[in-house]
C-alpha cells in the first residue's frame, strides 16, 4: 500500500498547455503538485523552445477554449491581448474556405490569435504562483514507477535532460501521476486494465489533425473535466477515481476527434476503416450544410457553434437546422473548375 502524506502528492509531466492547466486543478486538491518538464522554460517572456517545436505555427485559441481558461484563470485574456494577441470574427475576419468559395461576412464565433509562445508564457505565469505547484524544468521523465501488488502507479522515474544514461535518475514517487507530454508515439488504449493513480491528457492522449486548431481547446475542456471529477475528492480518492476520470477528460476530446475524422473521410486518400451508415450520411450533408452556410446566417451560426466546441455536431442535425440545409441543397457543393490542376497549373494558365 502506498504510503503518503496527508494531503498527498501530485506529478504532472509536460508543463506545455495541457499539463499547465491540469497542475493548476490538482493544485485545489493536493498539498505539491510537481511539474516535470525536460525544457528549460523561458524566462524573460514568450520564446521558442524545442519541446514544443508546433508553436512555430500561428495558433488560433477557438472562444469555447478562451472561455474555459478565462473562468480557470480570471484575467487572462486581457493578459493575453496585452502581450499582443487579437480576437478574431470567424469566419469575417478570416479566409474561411466553404466548398465553393471563401466565407462572407457570416455570423460565427470568436477566434484569439496569438503565437503560442504568448499563450503558454501567459498561461505559465498565472498558473505558477500557486505555490503549491513546484516547477522541475530540465528533467525528464523516464517512466512510469508500479505499485506493489499490481496496485496501480506509484510514480514516475525521472533524469536531469541531456545525461546520456540512467546514472543521475531517481524516483519521484507520488498518489497521482498525469501524463501531459504531448505528441509522443505511446498507445495508452492498448492497456487491458486502467492502473490506480494515473491519467493522461491534452496530445499526450489523443492528437487531430492541427488545421482544425482544436487542440488547445481540448486541453482546455480536458482540465474543465478534470476539476469536476476530483472536486469533492481526497487525493485517496482521486487515486481510485483515476479510471473514471480518464475516461471523462478522454470524452472531451470526441467532438474534436469527429470533426477531424469526418473531415480526413472526405479525402479518397484516406487510409483505415470504411465509415459506417451514420458517416457516410454525415458525409453528404455536410457540403450541403457548409455551402449554406455561406448564404444562411443560421446555418453559419451553428455551424461555428459545432467548430468552435461551443456545440455538438448532433445540434447540426436538429429539424429547424436539417429543414435549412434542403432549402439550400440546389446550391454548388464543389467549385465549377478545379483549383489545383494536377500539374500544379492554375486553371487559366492552361494554355
Ligand atoms: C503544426 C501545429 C499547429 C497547431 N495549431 C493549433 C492551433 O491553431 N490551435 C490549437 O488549439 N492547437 C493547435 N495545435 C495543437 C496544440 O499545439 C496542442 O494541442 C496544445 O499545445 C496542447 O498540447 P499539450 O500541452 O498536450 O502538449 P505540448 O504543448 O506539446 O506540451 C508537451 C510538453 O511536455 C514536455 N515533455 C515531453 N516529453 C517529456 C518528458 N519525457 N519529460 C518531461 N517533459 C516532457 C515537452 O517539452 C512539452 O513542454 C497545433 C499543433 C501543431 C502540431
Known amino acids: 500500500m502506498i504510503r503518503s502524506s496527508a494531503d498527498g502528492h501530485a506529478v504532472v509531466v509536460g508543463a506545455g498547455l495541457a499539463g499547465l492547466l491540469s497542475a493548476q486543478v490538482l493544485a485545489r486538491r493536493f498539498a505539491r503538485v510537481t511539474l516535470v518538464e ?43 491581448l496585452a502581450g499582443g494577441a487579437r480576437l478574431l470574427r470567424a469566419p469575417t475576419d478570416l479566409h474561411w474556405p466553404s466548398p465553393v468559395d471563401w466565407f462572407g461576412p457570416m455570423p460565427g464565433t470568436t477566434l484569439l490569435a496569438g503565437s503560442r509562445e504568448l ?4 498561461v505559465r505565469q498565472q498558473v505558477l504562483r ?14 512510469l514507477l508500479a505499485a506493489p501488488g499490481d496496485a496501480g502507479v506509484r510514480g514516475i522515474g525521472v ?7 540512467d546514472d543521475r535518475a531517481e524516483q519521484l514517487t507520488a498518489d497521482f501521476v498525469l501524463d501531459a507530454s504531448g505528441r509522443t508515439w505511446r498507445h495508452y488504449e ?74 480526413d473521410l472526405r479525402s479518397p486518400d484516406t487510409e483505415g476503416p470504411q465509415p459506417g451508415r451514420f458517416a457516410t450520411v454525415l458525409q453528404r450533408y455536410m457540403p450541403h450544410l457548409l455551402a449554406g452556410a455561406n448564404k444562411d446566417p443560421v446555418l453559419s451560426h451553428a ?12 445540434t447540426l442535425f436538429a429539424p429547424s437546422t436539417v429543414i435549412r440545409v434542403l432549402g439550400k441543397w440546389r446550391l454548388p457543393t464543389a467549385p465549377a473548375t478545379e483549383p489545383y490542376p494536377p500539374n500544379g497549373h492554375s486553371a487559366r494558365a492552361q494554355p
Not at 499563450?119 to 501567459?122: C, D, G, R
Not at 500557486?130 to 517512466?143: M, S, V
Not at 476530483?230 to 473514471?244: F, L, P, Y
Open 130 to 143: 500557486e505555490k503549491r505547484i513546484e516547477p522541475r524544468t530540465g528533467t525528464e521523465a523516464i517512466g
Open 159 to 165: 533524469r536531469p535532460r541531456g545525461t546520456p544514461n
Open 190 to 263: 492498448r492497456l487491458r486494465r486502467w492502473p490506480d493513480g494515473f491519467v493522461v491528457l491534452g496530445d499526450a492522449s489523443c492528437r487531430f489533425n492541427p488545421v482544425y486548431g482544436h487542440g488547445m481547446t481540448v486541453a482546455a475542456l480536458a482540465a474543465h473535466s478534470l476539476a469536476q471529477e476530483t472536486e469533492g475528492r481526497d487525493h485517496h480518492g482521486i487515486r481510485r477515481a483515476a479510471r473514471r476520470i480518464q475516461r471523462r477528460t478522454a470524452a472531451s476530446a470526441s467532438t474534436a476527434l469527429g470533426i477531424a475524422l469526418g473531415g
Open 38 to 80: 525536460r525544457d528549460r522554460l523561458p524566462q524573460s517572456g514568450p520564446a521558442f523552445r524545442p519541446g514544443v517545436p508546433q508553436s512555430r505555427h500561428v495558433h488560433l485559441l477557438w472562444s469555447r477554449g478562451l472561455d474555459l481558461i478565462e473562468s480557470q484563470l480570471p484575467g487572462i485574456t486581457d493578459d493575453l
Open 119 to 122: 499563450i503558454e508564457w501567459t
Open 303 to 314: 455551424l461555428f457553434d459545432v467548430l468552435s466546441l461551443n456545440a455538438t455536431p448532433s
